[in-house]
C-alpha cells in the first residue's frame, strides 16, 4: 500500500528525522514499513559496495528509472512448473503487508517492487555452478537506491516490531527506540556513502594491471560444429525450424571478480542495453542485454522481437545510427538482405504476436525490422507494442512469452526439451526473464543474454545462436565468440 505522507503530518524534516518519525507512526505485527528519502545523485552500483554478502540486485534500463538494492525485507522463491504464477500469487499477499511512507521532497516512480527472475528452464539452476538460484527467486531489498535523471532516492524496508503507537509502555518504548535508531544511522551512513565523491572504477581498466586468465574452458570449436550439424539434420527431418543453441565458457581469473566494476563497464560501453545484477550467496549474474522481453503499464504492453545476428564492422556497430559510414551501411544492408536471418528474425515476430493477439484490443506490429546496431554485433529487430483487453499482471504475460524463438526454438515446447536435454551445459538464468514487478502488476523483464555468472576468481559466460535449415556451423561458432565478448570484455582481464 502507497502511502505519502501529507506535509503538514510529518513536513519537510530532514531524512533521518523524517524516518524514525515514520517508523513511530506505523503499527501492525508482521506488516513491513518501506520508507524513501531524497538521497544524492551517483552511480547506481555504488551501494553494492555496502551490500557486504548480502543478497543484492541492480536493475538499469535505457529508459526510465534504475534500482540497485541489498539485503533481504523479504524473498520470495518458487520452483517447478508453476513458479511464475506461484510467485505472482504469493507477491499479493506480500504487497499487502507493505506501508509506504514517501518523503515530501521525493517525485517520480518510487513504489516498492520486487526484483529478480527465472531459471530458463524448470530445473535449469539445480546444478553447479547455478545452486542458489532456484526457478524463481524475488528480493524486496532491505535497501534499495533508485535514480532517474538528476533525481534520486533511497528506501528502506522494515519489519513491524515494537516501533509504533501498539508499543505500550515505557519498558516497549525503550525496545523500538534501539532498532529504529540503528536504522537510522544506517541510513545516514549510506546517504553520506552515496554522497562522497566519486572513487569508482574507472570504465576502462588500465592494461598494465589487467589480471590475466589463468585457466579457460568451454566447449570447443569442433564439439560445437557436431552438434550444429546435429540439429539442421533435425531440421531437415522436419522436427524443428529452428533451435537457439548455447556454449559457456569458463575461465578463471588472479584476483576474485568484483560485480561492480564488471558492471560499471558494462554501462561505460552498452549504454542503450539493460544492465541487470543478481547476487545471492557470494554468486553473481550479471548482464547487458538489448533483448525486452515485456513492459507493461496498465493496459500498455511493450516488447521486441530480436534475431538475425552479424558482426559489426571493425567493431564499430555503436557509430551506425550516429554517423553511419559506407561500410557499415554495407553491413547493415546485408543483415537486412539475408534470408537466413530475415526467415530467423520473422519466426520470433510469429510467435510474439500470436501470443500477444488475443490479450490485446490492439497490436502494433511493424512490417520491416530496424537494424539494432551494438558494439560487436549487428542486429534485426522489430519493436511491438500494444494495449492489453484486461490489466494483465505482467508476470502473466512473461509466463506466455517465454521463452520467444529468439532464445528456444520452434516448436517453443519441442525446442525446449532438446535445449533441456541436448546442450552440453545447463543454462541456468542464461537466456531467462529478468526484472521487477509492482503491487499493481506492471513491471519490466528482460531477456538475460550477454551475461555471465560470477563466482570469486572464475566466470561463467554463456551466448547463443539461432540454428535454422541454412545455418553454417563455423559462422555460427564466430557469432557466439563474438557475443562473449560483451561480459569477457567487462571483466577487465587480459586474455
Known sequence: ???????DRLGTSSPVDFLLQALSAQRGQGSLTVVTVPAPVAPLE????CAEGQPAVLWDPPQGPGFCGFGQADELRAQGPERIAEVQERAAALFARVHHLRHPEVSGEVAPRLFGGFAFATGAADVAPWQGFGDARFLLPTWCYGREGDSAWLSVAVAAPAFGPDATGDEHAAEAAGPAE?????????????GQASDDVPAQPNASTRPSITESAGLGRDAWCRAIDDIRAEIEAGRYQKIVAARRSEIAVEHA???AAVLTRLGARYPGCYRFAVIAGGVGFVGATPERLVARSGKRVRTQALAGTIAAPGGRADAIPQAPGEIERRAAAALLASGKDRGEQALVVDAIARVLEPLCAELFVPDQPEIRALPHVLHLETPIAGVLRQPTHVLALVAALHPTPAVGGVPTAAAQRWICEREAEPRGWYAAPVGWFDEHGN??????????LLAGHRAYLYAGAGIV????PEAEFEETRIKLKTVLDALGVAS
Open 469 to 472: 535449415r541454412d545455418s553454417d
Open 182 to 194: 540503528a536504522v537510522a544511522a544506517e541510513l545516514q551512513r549510506l546517504l553520506a556513502f552515496l
Open 257 to 259: 571478480i568484483e560485480p
Open 46 to 49: 555504488r551501494l553494492l559496495r
Open 443 to 452: 513491471g519490466e523483464f528482460a531477456v538475460a543474454i550477454r551475461s555471465g
Open 1 to 7: 500500500m502507497n502511502l505519502p505522507l501529507a506535509r
